[in-house]
């Protein structure tokens, strides 16, 4: 089993920054790909942003492109998300994800194991 802890969410003006963390633990894979999904009230989850584990190839929505970073601590098994030029539409709880085979990673469906979230709220 994996367990996936977030941190760092919180309240911040828009324009300002915040870093989320996501610690993983539990099981090892030889690779797999990691993601951070976000779901704001009565919408559905959508996909942020993703990062293969070995190699570090990344993806993003269009949306935070050149706004937000995905970024893996091999050492500490922790996969951060970088958030800059914050906008009032980036509210939303973000979760952390992990999928074991590899193929297409925007799909919430294909990930396993997800973490409890952790709530970000950008002020106007």
């Known amino acids: 089993q994996v367990q996936l802890v977030e941190s760092g969410g919180g309240l911040v003006q828009a324009g300002g920054s915040l870093r989320l963390s996501c610690a993983a633990s539990?099981?090892?894979?030889?690779?797999?790909?990691m993601a951070w999904f976000r779901q704001a009230p009565g919408k559905e989850r959508e996909f942020v942003t993703a990062i293969r584990w070995i190699g570090g190839t990344t993806w993003y929505a269009d949306s935070v492109k050149g706004r937000f970073s995905i970024s893996r601590d091999y050492a500490k098994n922790t996969l951060y998300l970088q958030m800059n030029s914050l906008k009032p539409e980036d509210t939303a709880v973000y979760y952390c994800a992990l999928k074991e085979s590899m193929g297409i990673v925007t799909i919430p469906n294909v990930y396993a194991y997800w973490g409890q979230g952790t709530q970000v709220t950008v002020s106007s």
């Open positions: 539990g099981r090892t894979f030889s690779n797999y790909v």
